[in-house]
């Protein structure tokens, strides 16, 4: 095991390396890469990769590219985890007005011996801000899975957030949720759950705001059918008067259908 420090041109960078029978490790400062052979499991960590920039120019700051990669490889259970996982932020500032941009998160696996693929995960937030006006975009998160032995399907699941303000006005806009899953060994298919919810307001005035709540399970072995359940609450008001205290509706319909005595 040695340390040694290294000056180039006026940067001083540690390094420290570790001498092993089966491999070797070196450390640095703002890059980290690790190799590691090993002969009995014949398996290889690949690159563990560290990328941070920020840029500064008078008031308006720029920061950054992050990016994150990890590759694994192991030869001896034919197991092969590809690993891209991507961080972006982006973030600019001139005379007040901030520009978040987009943040993007992307895992993907796959294995030759089990057959799991996991699809795209993406993560985006947006928020803009001008001279007060505040409006805040997409956040959409997606997850997929597959998986061909065990023949599972995850569908999307969405959520979105939707905010403006101009002016002392707010305007809360659709929050949907859905989530598919879908078991073709077990037959399984879980439909769509949605929520939404939308606010308004308009100078103290809070106009009618709807929640819904939907969940549709099907299953075709056991052939059982859950059908919707809904809840409603409706509540307005308009200078200060309630016009309609509230209506809260709850709605459940289930079907069976040859359950086979269940």
Not at 58 to 78: G, H, K, L
Not at 116 to 140: C, F, H, K, N
Not at 166 to 182: C, H, M, Y
């Amino acid at each position: 095991m040695s340390n040694r420090a290294v000056r180039d041109g006026g940067r001083e960078e540690l390094r420290l390396t570790q001498s092993r029978s089966l491999g070797a490790i070196t450390a640095g400062l703002e890059q980290l890469r690790m190799a590691e052979h090993r002969l009995s499991n014949a398996i290889t960590s690949g690159r563990e990769e560290l990328w941070t920039r920020e840029r500064r120019s008078s008031e308006s700051i720029t920061a950054t590219r992050q990016e994150f990669r990890t590759t694994e490889y192991r030869s001896s259970r034919v197991i092969t985890t590809t690993g891209r996982e991507k961080f972006q932020t982006t973030e600019r500032r001139s005379s007040g007005t901030i520009t978040a941009g987009r943040q993007e998160v992307r895992t993907a696996e796959r294995r030759s011996s089990g057959t799991i693929t996991a699809g795209r995960q993406d993560v985006r937030t947006m928020e803009r801000r001008s001279s007060g006006t505040l409006t805040s975009g997409r956040q959409e998160v997606r997850t997929m899975e597959r998986r061909s032995s065990g023949t599972i399907t995850s569908g999307r699941q969405e959520v979105r957030t939707a905010e403006h303000r101009s002016s002392g006005t707010l305007t809360a806009g659709r929050q949907d949720v859905r989530t598919a899953e879908r078991l073709s060994s077990g037959t399984i298919t879980a439909g769509r759950q949605e929520v939404r919810t939308t606010e308004r307001r308009s100078q103290g005035t809070f106009n009618p705001s709807r929640h819904e709540v939907r969940t549709v399970e099907r299953l075709s072995s056991g052939t059982l059918t859950a059908g919707r359940q809904e809840v409603r609450t409706i509540e307005r008001r308009s200078s200060g008067t309630i016009n309609r205290p509230g209506r809260q509706e709850v709605r459940r319909v289930e079907r069976r259908s040859t359950a086979n005595g269940e």
